[in-house]
Structure formats: C-alpha cells, structure tokens
C-alpha cells in the first residue's frame, strides 16, 4: 500500500493531509462563534450537531430551520439560537440501530485553521458525551484521523470570568 489515494481525478499523499486526533475543538463561524468539542468519528457516515427545540418552518418559500445548542459539554446555560436553511432532509441510522429522519444544514466547519463546507444533520444528542460528530463525508481527503491522539489542534485557552463575560454580551443571539 503506497499511501496515495485517488479523489476526483487527483492523486493525493496521504503524508500531505494534516492529522486529527479523536476529538477536536471545532467551531462552526457561520453559526456561532464557542468553540464545540467534537467527536471524530470515522465509523459515522454523516456529521450530526446536536440540537433541540427545533422549529421547521417556510420563510419567502424556503425551507428554514431554528434550533438552539449548548456549544459545551455538561453547561445548559449557554444557549445560542441558531437559524439556517434546510438543504436536505436524510434518513440516518444511529449506532444503535435506529433510523431516524433529520433537516440537514450547510455551513462552514473550522478545524485546524481550516475553514471548509460542512453537511450537518441536526439531531437530539441528550444522552451523547459529544455535541457533535465529525462522519467520513467531511473528513474524506481533507484529514487523516490518528485515533490515538486528542487535541491536535490545541486545547482551548483557559478564559478569566471577566473574558468570559466580555464575550457573552457581545454575541448577538447567543444567551
């Protein structure tokens, strides 16, 4: 096996794509400005964020979406209502077996200063340690996953309450 692969009529190396670890702090800049920790997860086909209290709704006849999150893990207080359009709607199959029907949105993920185009499905992840899985679809061709590692991109700097506060008033929808 020589490590090159083929994508869309381009050879790629695989030594040339950056490596993640198994969880990443991610943000999603189009959405919200936290940064989320994130599940790589190569067994997952499809990305999923999770969200709930959402609301589909037509708006000047397109389909749209309003959903809240909690960027962090373990923290309900910080909610951030988010609207988008919905560009798909996608039977998914959990690990657990079970089908469900999703809205799928797109946006912009940001992972290792990289800022690319990202199909989430939104769905509730309650009972999930993670806020968000990163599927193979997003991964495929861009990163290499060293499922040993975690934090590749760094680790979140530690904020003073005062910071903490500053960046919570100056966040338009975000509570």
């Known amino acids: 096996m020589t490590g090159r692969k083929r994508q869309a009529g381009v050879e790629l190396e695989a030594a040339d794509l ?4 198994w969880r990443e702090w991610v943000r999603l800049p189009d959405l919200c400005r936290p940064y989320i920790k994130a599940k790589i997860d190569t067994g997952a086909r499809t990305s999923a964020l999770h969200a709930h209290d959402m609301l589909i709704y037509t708006e000047n006849g ?3 979406v309003r959903f809240t999150i909690h960027p962090r893990q373990r923290n309900e207080e910080k909610a951030i209502t988010i609207t988008a359009p919905v560009i798909d709607h996608r039977h998914v199959r959990s690990s657990h077996g079970k089908t469900t029907f999703r809205p799928v949105i797109l946006t ?4 290792l200063g990289q800022r690319l185009p990202i199909e989430l499905t939104l769905v509730g992840r309650h009972s999930m340690k993670f806020r ?3 599927g193979r679809q997003a991964l495929r061709g861009r990163f290499l996953v060293n499922t040993g590692e975690s934090y590749l991109s ?3 700097p530690r904020r ?6 500053q960046s ?3 966040i338009g929808e975000e509570s």
């Open 18 to 21: 950056p490596v993640v670890g």
């Open 168 to 170: 919570n008033t100056n």
């Open 108 to 111: 912009t993920l940001e992972l």
């Open 132 to 134: 968000m899985l990163i």
């Open 154 to 156: 760094g680790r979140l």
């Open 62 to 64: 397109v389909e749209m």
């Open 160 to 165: 003073t309450p005062a910071a903490r506060e």
